[in-house]
């Protein structure tokens, strides 16, 4: 059974920085696809950024610049590091595997 949690979120001022952590048990995140979403109240949720199995990444159009996805093997987990953030940053994040799995997310909140 796959299991994913996220950490890291809080609450931060624009300009500020977060770095978010998503660590995996029942899957290897270094053969898999594990993509970054965010919803916020009263949207759809959108693809943040993702890492494939051979490193690559790829960002959402509203991120590129400010947040960077990385992975550390040893210890199954995928972060996103988060720079430069603006009140419109402000949402539930999650991760996700290939197979659908979902964490329980992280509150990011960006104050003016």
């Known amino acids: 059974q796959v299991q994913l949690v996220e950490s890291g979120g809080g609450l931060v001022q624009a300009g500020g920085s977060l770095r978010l952590s998503c660590t995996g048990s029942?899957?290897?995140?270094?053969?898999?696809?594990i993509r970054w979403y965010r919803q916020a109240p009263g949207k759809q949720r959108e693809l943040v950024a993702y890492?494939?199995?051979?490193?690559?990444?790829n960002y959402g159009d509203s991120v590129k610049g400010r947040f960077t996805i990385s992975r550390d093997n040893a210890k199954n987990t995928v972060y996103l590091q988060m720079s430069s953030l603006k009140r419109e940053d402000t949402a539930v994040y999650y991760c996700n595997t290939p197979g659908g799995d979902w964490g329980q997310g992280t509150q990011v909140t960006v104050s003016s």
């Open positions: 890492i494939t199995r051979g490193g690559s990444t």
């Open positions: 029942g899957i290897i995140f270094s053969i898999n696809t």
